[in-house]
């Protein structure tokens, strides 16, 4: 049996089951990547010959694939959002990201530090990589396609969260490095820090994401018709903007995730109602997927070959902390004075959902430095990851149908099946006109 050929093969049951089973599982509390994770499990599982998928030994390749997963997937979470950038209106997702991830990691660097015994370089670093919340899993507590309207408090307050916090995260990973023992005085390299990895990066990737937002608008709208973009290749401009805004970033030591989501922002803020938005959000969306279904079949495999066993009390401990303790109650905290609903204020609190973007952080930092308890930190990553998927995967369908309900909203099942019947309707009518 050819190895190779069975990789094909699996991959395109996969991506298959992908493009099918959100819709079959919209109204179950079941997500689809709680499947591909077991997919994974199953078929590593399997005497094959199939190489361990160690994302410690094989850093770089896992370094590369999320950090990939993650971009794009920032891509179609900006192109998505409806409504247009301000302090005010962003005002949700901008003291999630700027006050309730600083208290949750304030608050887990405390926990791991002194509780379960971390090293303070390793602890920062856990709680850098467990920070933001997940672009690429997240998807059934985001807002819905361009153009759809009804974005409520919740949705965009999730889905704002998730593209901004990406970035934002990433000081405190370069924190864990500068706390790493070294030569030179630590006053000194935590300066250097503050300047460079906090002000610089994060003032660079906002501002090189909006020129590039900026620059992507004027050649796809504003250019002569002569000369304009074929309206045919709006999928290759979703993935111009992506490698462009992160690889330019990048390149001028900004923060690249950043720099993509404000790009594909400030891109949706212009000609809002052209259909453009949504072929370039469907074109990321599908991409997105194909990446979501390697690195979840990968996880799986790692799980079953060994992820977890360096897994201690501690670590497990630490992960429920953070999802069942410190991001409720520090979102409750944050959100107390905001114009949100009790209801809301609950389900923006429960949801941080945890995923990719951990993985791409900690393959980063265990690649580019030297950590001793490495396996450790991917083991406690590892479990904090899946327990969010099976946790928040379970109870995202009727936790998002009761707040429909209780708002006097359809759910996304009744929003689906009546845009099934619509299709119907137009298919229905268009064969009669052709009889005729």
Known sequence: MSLYNLILVVLGVAILAVAWLPSLLRKYPLSYPILFVGLGAAVFSLPIGLPTPDPVQHAGFATHLTELCVTVALTGTGLKIDRKFSLHRWRTPLRLVLVLMVLSIAGFVAAAHYLAGLTLASAVLLAGTLAPTDPVLAGDVQVGKPGEGGEDNVRFALTGEAGLNDGLAFPFVHLAAVLLPAAGALGGRLLEWAWQDVLYRTGMGLLAGWLAGKALSFLIFDLPHRVRINPEAY??????????????????????????????????????????????HEFTDQLERLLIVIILILFGGALVRGLLAPLTLGGAGLGLLLLLVLRPLGGLLTLGRSHLTWPERL??????????????????????????????????????????????????????????????????????????????????????????
């Open 235 to 280: 999928g290759f401009v979703a993935l111009a903007v992506t490698l462009t805004a992160y690889g330019l970033t990048e390149l001028l030591h900004g923060y690249g995730f950043l720099a993509v989501f404000v790009a594909a922002v400030t891109l949706r803020t212009h000609e809002r109602s052209h259909e453009y938005h949504t072929e370039m």
């Open 347 to 436: 389900v923006i609190s429960g949801f941080g959902i945890r995923g990719i973007g951990s993985f791409f952080y900690l393959a980063y930092a265990t690649q580019a430095h030297v950590f001793a308890d490495a396996r450790q930190l991917w083991a406690t990553t590892g479990f904090t990851v899946l327990a969010s998927i099976v946790l928040h995967g379970a109870l995202a369908t009727p936790v998002m149908d009761w707040l429909d309900r209780r708002s006097g909203r359809p759910t996304a099942a009744e929003r689906e099946e009546e845009h099934l019947q619509e299709l119907e309707a137009a298919e229905h009518d268009a064969a009669q006109e052709q009889r005729r």
